[in-house]
């Protein structure tokens, strides 16, 4: 990804690598223990797939990449 990105990303420009480096290990890491988590739980993968998918999706929208997360926030506050 970072290769690819060079295309985009300016000469002159500061690009935290080792921020990036790090932020991605820890997402890669987060969504491998949830698949193994649901994998042993569940005793099948044709019952784990939906588990993981009912898992994912709303993660994927409370993150922010759907809207902007402060729109999540606005309509679950008091």
């Given at each position: 990804?970072l290769?690819a ?20 290990l820890?997402?890669?890491w987060?969504?491998?223990?949830i ?16 588990i ?5 999706y ?16 606005l309509?679950?506050?008091?």
């Open positions: 990804m290769l990105g060079r295309r985009y990303i300016p000469a002159g420009a500061h690009v935290p690598w080792f921020s990036f480096t790090i932020a991605l820890i997402s890669t987060s969504i491998l223990s698949g193994f988590l649901i994998a042993s739980i569940v005793p099948t993968a044709r019952f784990a797939q939906p993981g998918a009912i898992i994912l709303p993660m994927l929208a409370f993150s922010g990449l759907f809207v902007p997360s402060i729109f999540c926030l309509c679950f506050t008091p």
